[in-house]
C-alpha cells in the first residue's frame, strides 16, 4: 500500500508530476506513444490547458512508477553495462 508523503517532499513530487504531464502531453500531441496512458485520456492531454496540467500535478502522490529494470536492461542493450555499478 502506498505511504503518503511527507510535507516537504510535496513540492518535488508535484514538480516531477508536472514534468511528466508535460511530456505525456508532448508526446500525445506528436502523437507518440504515451507510456501507458489510456487511449480514452489521450485526446483530453492533447488540449488540456496549462493550468489543469498544473492542477493535476499537485495530486498528493506521484503519477508515474519509475521501473528501474527497464532502464537497466536498455543500457545493457547500448552497451552501457549495469548502473548500478
Known sequence: MPTTPHLDQL???HELNRGFLGLLQTRA???RDCLGLPA???PAMRVASEPLL???AEF???L???EIDIVQN???AVGLGDIRQ
Open 74 to 76: 536498455l543500457d545493457r
Open 64 to 66: 508515474f512508477d519509475l
Open 29 to 31: 500531441r506528436a502523437r
Open 54 to 56: 498544473d492542477a493535476l
Open 11 to 13: 513540492k518535488q513530487i
Open 60 to 62: 498528493p502522490r506521484a
Open 40 to 42: 480514452a485520456v489521450v
